[in-house]
């Protein structure tokens, strides 16, 4: 039997039954903490491109558009809800792989869930499945396939979607293995968006969600790839790392499901920053024993960064036209200023719209980047992909302090709590697309999930009232 074929068979068999409590919570955490962030980017310049482009294209009104009124086939509704997921930096990571898994596989299990009809249970047990995919799959091509330059959100994260959505069509282990090929075949994105900040770093974990469901329908209906499309010497693996080892995809199996490796953020921004945020927090708070500092006591800030994740963050000028939000979202320069002159309180504020790119622009902000030093250090390097690596260094005009974070706030090693992810939920629904009351319900709709018979308890109170 391929690996391809020990990966698939394990995934089309798994049943809700035999899932451990842990990872039934976990991804009732996931799905509340998607649909809040979800329903916040969707009046995002992105969003509201792809939004009139899909409804444009039309096609039959299978599945809802988070946030938003209208529906859409359920290939373009995982699409958008997809896309919009990744728009504002707030979704959930996973270190090891450096990749943000719910924004491929929770749209693409609730477009598929909606379309046909299934039970909580099944839509549970397909974002288990989806998640254990899109991480094994992404462990076994890592660490060579980020630094080649592909997007691990947008390439691994399609097998994902594809195992979430075959579970809810009941693919059988011979159909499954027939979607991780199509898979393979569609898989793509990469990072040359980077510099410019461009649109392509949220389309990619969109076009993956609707590649999982169109590539699932396609195996349903008897097409055809191949039984090794991961091993296979011109497989994925081959082809999209230098790395590649097989031996992930099914070490383990069975044990402890990867949708618990999961993390979340607390705050906006890409995931490399939230280190050197967390370490410069806890200088202020333990060492210097004030909440902020003002122009006049720092003299200077140095963020050393491993040497990957500096190259994601390092931006002196997130100001500068056509980065939008990308620049706030994407500038350790921004983001530790923002720190050491609003303090925590700054970053709670990120969560209003339009305060990001307000202070961005700010005169006395900006004068504060100046005194931002980034290094890619090569030595932190050496902890990545495991740890997001940061130490920063604050000299003030009295006295110098350093600090290091490995794994910042959200890790599961250093959890957000329920009621910080409800939160944070309540805050991102409520701001744009869900009334309190309607909020409420979503909320105390994920929590019963579990216990309920039919995903549309959930599903229906997605769009807006």
Known sequence: MSVTAELSKYLAGLEFEQLPADAVLKTKHCLLDYVGYTSYGCDEPPAKILSATLTKIGGEEEATIIGQHGRLPAVNAAFLNGATGHMTELDDTHRGTQSHPGDSVL????????????????????????????????????????????????????????????????????????????????????????????????????????????????????????????????????????????????????????????????????????????????????????????????????????????????????????????????????????????????????????????????PRLQKMMGRVEVVHDEELNRAWPHAWASEVTLRTTQDTYTLRVDLPKGEPENPMSYQELLDKFTILATAKAFTNERSQEIAQAVERLDQVGEASVLIRLLSPC
């Open 107 to 362: 749209p693409a299990a609730l477009a598929m869930a909606e379309r046909q009809h299934s039970t909580a249970w099944d839509l549970i047990t397909a974002i288990v499945a989806g998640y254990e995919a899109a991480i094994r799959v992404g462990e076994s091509v890592m660490p060579s396939h980020y630094s080649m330059g592909w997007h691990p959100s947008g390439t691994i994260n399609t097998f994902g979607a594809t195992v979430a959505a075959g579970k809810l069509l009941s693919l059988d282990e011979d159909e499954l293995i027939q979607a991780m090929a199509i898979a393979a075949g569609q898989a793509a994105g990469n990072f040359a968006h980077l510099q410019e900040r461009g649109m392509m770093k949220d389309f990619n974990p969109g076009r993956a969600a609707a590649n999982g469901v169109f590539g699932a329908l396609l195996a349903q209906n008897g097409f055809t790839g191949c039984t090794d499309a991961l091993e296979n010497p011109r497989g994925f693996g081959s082809l999209y790392s230098e790395t590649f080892d097989p031996s992930e995809l099914a070490r383990g199996l069975g044990g402890s499901p990867k949708i618990l490796e999961v993390a979340h953020k607390p705050y906006p921004g890409c995931r490399h920053l939230h280190s050197s945020r967390d370490a410069l927090l806890g200088i202020l708070r333990e060492a210097v024993g004030e909440s902020s500092l003002g122009l006049d006591r720092v003299e200077k800030v140095t963020a050393r960064i491993s040497s990957t994740g500096a190259a994601y963050v390092d931006d002196p000028v997130p100001w500068a036209p056509g980065k939008g939000m990308y620049g706030p979202n994407f500038s350790a320069q921004f983001n530790l200023a923002l720190v050491l002159q609003e303090g925590e309180a700054g970053l709670r504020r990120l969560f209003e719209p339009g305060y990001a790119l307000e202070m961005v622009n700010d």
